[in-house]
């Protein structure tokens, strides 16, 4: 079949990966270039032990002090709140204790294969060297203050996650650079990363185009129908494209296509920041999630990547950079020996679903669309299984996942 794929992100450039593996011709619809949207900036972090959603026991507690703070970890800007608060009330239905097991249990079954499904793609494009497997550190300021998150691990560790505990004489041989603030750590050591998000996407991108791929740089704004197909797909600016099929795979912007194709799904973004330390002095070998303050650091190619938070403020809201020199502060304050003479910001759009859970499968309205987005905080860790899901759906194959709790009509 000839399928538009609308979106060249992680998850669009890995389902038209794992499409071409059937056969099918791929046309990429998008105005940007390859992971220059969301997926150029993320912590890169692919682990199969992320599988807690967003929305978890306890959270709304903290809520309020938070709110207060614009550069706390999670804020929602005034503005923006009217729009916002029913989206949020339905993240907090999802939080109880038994939704929470429901929402893991389904990620950790997208998340348990990220490797398998990466390993070929990456060899297709000789590009293994971007991933690594070198495991994560979870890291705190003591064992009492890990207490705190014990429900989650524990739940993790229930669904397979292996994760070891690191007593603080261990942890300063694993990583000398986390001395003097952490004294205690979970080892995932079945976690890896990227060294390059954006250039993970680029070339997987390129392979897919040296398979036969056409990129077309435009806005896909609709579609027409032939009965109950798609067999076309509108863009600003150009004649519309006559297809077979179409994913839908637009990160935080998918919204109003999926209503085109009968779907209305609540997807909203959280956006996120970074700040990149160009020429770290910090010889990390993990990648660490310093538990108590939301922040993430991965050694990259480029420097060091510090990058978290969460803000609510729509698609359209310039970005508040002060957020990512918060960052920059608070990687100063846990790690004070941190050269930051050279540093880069950058924000991008979560595109995130009230459950946590991404939109994977059939639309309503057509027999030959396919939805594909809403990974929220790990598109780079799903974005391949993602690809290889769609790809059974599209060939009317089994799928490998139970590919209920993704279920678009789930709303
Ligand atoms: C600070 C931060 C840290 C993160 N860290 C991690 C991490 O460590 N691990 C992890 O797994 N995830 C992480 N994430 C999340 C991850 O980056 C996203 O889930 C992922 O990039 C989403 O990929 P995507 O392909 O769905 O969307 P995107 O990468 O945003 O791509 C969507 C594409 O669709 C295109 N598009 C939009 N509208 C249209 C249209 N109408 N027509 C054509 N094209 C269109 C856009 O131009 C864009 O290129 C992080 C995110 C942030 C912000």
Request: contains cysteine.
């Amino acid at each position: 079949m000839h399928i538009a794929v609308i979106g060249n992100g992680i998850v669009g450039t890995c389902t038209a990966a794992w499409l071409q593996r059937d056969g099918h011709r791929i046309t990429f619809i998008d105005p940007l270039g390859p992971g220059e949207a969301c997926s150029f900036g993320n912590a890169g972090s692919l682990s199969p032990s992320a599988c807690l959603p967003v929305g978890m026991p306890g959270m709304w507690r903290k809520l309020p002090r938070w709110l207060l703070d614009p550069l706390g970890p999670l804020t929602v800007r005034w503005r923006y709140a009217p729009w916002v608060l029913p989206w949020l009330l339905r993240m907090q239905q999802h939080s109880s204790r038994a939704e929470v097991t429901r929402i893991a249990t389904a990620l950790r079954s997208l998340l348990t294969p990220i490797f398998d499904c990466y390993e070929p793609l990456l060899e297709h494009a000789q590009a293994q060297a971007l991933v690594r497997r070198s495991g994560c550190l979870y890291v705190y300021s003591s064992r009492d203050t890990a207490a705190q998150w014990k429900w989650g691990m524990d739940l993790r560790r229930s669904l397979g996650v292996q994760l070891r505990d690191v007593e603080r004489d261990e942890l300063e041989q694993l990583e000398p650079d986390l001395k003097g603030r952490f004294r205690f750590g979970l080892l995932a050591p079945e976690n890896g990363s990227t060294v390059d998000p954006a250039q993970l996407v680029a070339a997987l991108h390129a392979q897919c185009l040296r398979d036969g791929a056409v990129h077309l740089r435009r806005r896909a704004t609709g579609f027409e129908r032939t009965g109950g197909r798609v067999s076309a797909v509108q863009m600003e600016g150009a004649e519309p494209l006559a297809v077979d099929g179409v994913v839908v795979a637009a990160g935080a912007w998918s919204r109003a296509l999926a209503a085109q194709l009968g779907d209305r799904v609540p997807l909203e973004t959280q956006r996120g920041y970074h700040v990149t330390v160009r020429s770290s002095n910090l010889q990390l070998r993990h990648t660490v999630m310093a538990v108590e303050h939301n922040l993430m650091v991965n050694p990259m190619a480029m420097g060091l990547r510090l990058a978290g938070t969460v803000e609510f403020a729509g698609l359209k809201a310039p970005p508040n950079y002060e957020r990512a020199q918060a960052l920059l502060r608070q990687g100063q304050a846990l790690f004070p020996h941190l050269d930051t003479s050279e540093v880069t910001q950058w924000m991008g759009h979560r595109p995130c679903m009230p459950d946590s859970l991404p939109v994977i499968g059939a639309t309503r309205g057509a027999d030959n669309a396919w939805l594909a987005f809403g990974h929220g905080h790990m598109g780079m860790c799903m974005g391949a299984s993602t690809g290889r899901e769609v790809a059974h759906l599209v060939a009317g194959r089994a799928p490998q996942v139970d590919l209920a709790p993704f279920s678009p009509q789930r709303f």
